[in-house]
Each structure stands twice: as C-alpha cells, then as structure tokens.
C-alpha cells in the first residue's frame, strides 16, 4: 500500500544550524504529500505541501521539492529557530483522501 | 487556532467501558476525518465522513464506530475499550473530499484507558 518513510529521530541542533528531515514516500500514482507540525500539546498545522512533480512547497523559511524520480519530499530550512523545536509528519494522500503519515522527527534546537 | 474543536480535552475511562469523543469542523467544511495518535501505531487514519456519508475507512478496529450529523459535526465512538486503546484521537476537516485538499486538525482528545 502507500505509505511514507522519514528519518528517525530525535534531532538535536543548534540554532541557526541548517537543518534537513528525509522523506520519501511508496505509492502506486501520483500522490500529493505534505509536511505537517506538531508543537508540543497542540495538534497537527499543515507546514507546506505539494501537489504534482517539481512542486515546491514553502513556508515559514521551510521548504521541500516534490521529487518523483527519487520519490521524495526532504524538508529543509536554513537556519532554525528554538521556536521551530517540534514533531514534524511527512504525508501523502491519494485518490482515497485520506493521509498516510510518516513515523514523525521529533526535532530540539537549542539556544 | 485551526476552527476545528474537540471535547472532551482529556477522558480517562476502565476497560470494557465505552466513550463517544465530538469533533465540530471548521465552517463550511464538509469533510471531517478521524485519526489515532500511539505510541506504537504512529497517526493512523481511521474513518472519513462526507456530509454525512461514510467516505472511506481505514484501521478502525469493528468496536469503534463514527457518524456525522446533518449538522455535520461527528462523534467517534469506542466500546469495549482495551488498555491499547489509549491514544490521542484527533479529528481533521477540510473544504470538500479531495487529495488536494488541506485537513485542518482538532487539538485532539486524549483517551486513557485504565
């Protein structure tokens, strides 16, 4: 079936520090994939998505490439803040809507 | 602030008890979806509803149930809860019922089971 495989946890940086989170995805047509957030105690905001091959999603300094060679979505953003210290979910969805989430990176960034 | 509620916050039950968990969509929204959160399982989805009719189905285990009224706020029921029920649930909705279409997440609600 389809589903969605990024980088285990934790990760730990620095601020400023660049930071990346792996993702790449299985699936039998063309999905749309989605890079959601989750502070702690709150629930799931949707961060960036991307919906065809080639796509970039961005927001918040994030961004991530919709790779279908590679079958791919990396998350990236170039220096991060304390404030960006969450679990962060790669997802696809396809024809039957509903999301298939990755396992989640949870990510600190210290002062 | 996503416009998707969820109560109660926190329901802390025994086995073999039953507990129905409310969602109310953000306005407008059709769709509304309801996912689990375990420590074991990750976020899996469970079950779809679009105005009022069951849209899709996923891991949900046959002593659960779901509805959506016509007012299309849903309730998810668990019977005969287990110990490895307890989970965070969260509910989603969006506009309409495509793969496009951004979900918008509830605060969730965190069930345990003791």
């Known amino acids: 079936g389809d589903s969605v495989t990024q980088m285990e946890g934790p990760v730990t940086l620095s601020e400023e520090a660049f930071l990346t989170i792996n993702c790449t995805y299985t699936?039998?047509?063309?999905?749309?994939l989605f890079w959601y957030v989750q502070y702690p105690g709150e629930g799931l905001q949707l961060l960036l998505k991307?919906?065809?091959?080639?796509d970039k999603g961005s927001n918040k300094g994030f961004e991530a490439t919709y790779r279908k060679e590679t079958t791919s979505f990396h998350l990236e953003k170039g220096s991060v803040q304390v404030s960006d210290s969450a679990v962060y979910f790669c997802?696809?969805?396809?024809?039957?809507?509903?999301?298939?989430f990755g396992a989640g990176t949870t990510v600190t960034v210290r002062a | 602030d996503s416009g998707v509620t969820q109560t109660p916050k926190h329901l802390i039950t025994a086995t073999g008890q039953r507990v129905t968990l409310r969602c109310s969509p953000r306005s407008g929204d059709l769709s509304v979806y309801w996912y689990q959160q375990s420590l074991d399982q990750g976020l899996q989805f469970l079950i779809q509803y679009y105005n009022g009719e069951e849209r899709a189905k996923g891991n949900i285990l046959e002593r659960f149930s779901a509805q959506q009224f016509p007012d299309l706020h849903s309730e998810l029921n668990l019977s005969s809860l287990e110990l490895g029920d307890s989970a965070l649930y969260f509910c989603a909705s969006s506009e309409n019922s495509g793969s496009r279409d951004e979900q918008f997440f509830g605060p969730g609600t965190r069930l345990t089971v003791l």
């Open positions: 991307a919906t065809k091959a080639d």
């Open positions: 997802a696809l969805s396809m024809n039957d809507y509903k999301l298939s």
């Open positions: 699936a039998t047509g063309y999905p749309s």
